[in-house]
T-cell receptor
Framework: DSGVTQTPKHLITATGQRVTLRCSPR?????VYWYQQSLDQGLQFLIH???????AKGNILERFSAQQFPDLHSELNLSSLELGDSALYFC???????????FGPGTRLTVL | AQTVTQSQPEMSVQEAETVTLSCTYD???????LFWYKQPPSRQMILVIR??????QNATENRFSVNFQKAAKSFSLKISDSQLGDAAMYFC?????????????FGKGMKLTVNP
């Protein structure tokens, strides 16, 4: 157990819908990273927050957004869902900016 | 942009034998970190081993060791005395050491099968 929690574990929804994925980092960790794992794209970095501020963006679609709250948990919002958004979404956390990243168990999103 | 390449999509090894997983990367940075992550069927991403580019000594963690060739931009993982629990997807990953984004850049992964 890495200490990073993600909810829900599984999510099944329909095209056009909106969902929110939640991540609680390890106690004391200020950085939260979101990654997407899909069959065709592999593991890709989406976005990084550090102590509430957006630090870096990767190949994140405009339909996706994220935020990190004062208690340091983070949410990834996916809207106008398409079939191709079906993937495993990982959250990872680290103490600072250049420390080891610990991964959560992931949220499996299925868009039907 | 940094890229990580794992050219072998699948490998198999007999239990108790040794297997080497290959990885190459491309970067213009001189200081960075390299990682091997394991993803078993549970889908959890587990850090196996890490290597700092400034260190010449190859990292070792119990049965896992790396062969880091900085000039060749090669980073292979050797698993000794393979066990059934080693069966998983293995991902090679790169991260800058400082400045810019601290994101991990992953290879496509390699599926390792361990035969009893």
């Amino acid at each position: 157990d890495s200490g990073v929690t993600q909810t829900p574990k599984h999510l099944i929804t329909a095209t056009g819908q909106r969902v929110t994925l939640r991540c609680s980092p390890r106690s004391g960790d200020l950085s939260v990273y979101w990654y997407q794992q899909s069959l065709d794209q592999g593991l890709q970095f989406l976005i990084h927050y550090y102590n509430g501020e957006e630090r870096a963006k990767g190949n994140i679609l405009e339909r996706f957004s994220a935020q990190q709250f004062p208690d340091l948990h983070s949410e990834l919002n996916l809207s106008s869902l398409e079939l191709g958004d079906s993937a495993l979404y990982f959250c990872a956390s680290s103490v600072g900016l250049y420390n080891e990243q610990f991964f959560g168990p992931g949220t499996r999103l299925t868009v039907l | 942009a940094q890229t990580v390449t794992q050219s072998q999509p699948e490998m198999s090894v007999q239990e108790a034998e040794t297997v080497t997983l290959s990885c190459t990367y491309d970067t213009s940075e001189s200081d960075y970190y390299l990682f091997w992550y394991k993803q078993p069927p549970s889908r959890q991403m587990i850090l196996v081993i890490r290597q700092e580019a400034y260190k010449q000594q190859n990292a070792t963690e119990n049965r896992f060791s790396v062969n880091f060739q900085k000039a060749a931009k090669s980073f292979s993982l050797k698993i000794s005395d393979s066990q059934l629990g080693d069966a998983a997807m293995y991902f090679c990953a790169y991260r800058r050491a400082q400045g810019g984004s601290e994101k991990l850049v992953f290879g496509k992964g390699m599926k390792l099968t361990v035969n009893p």
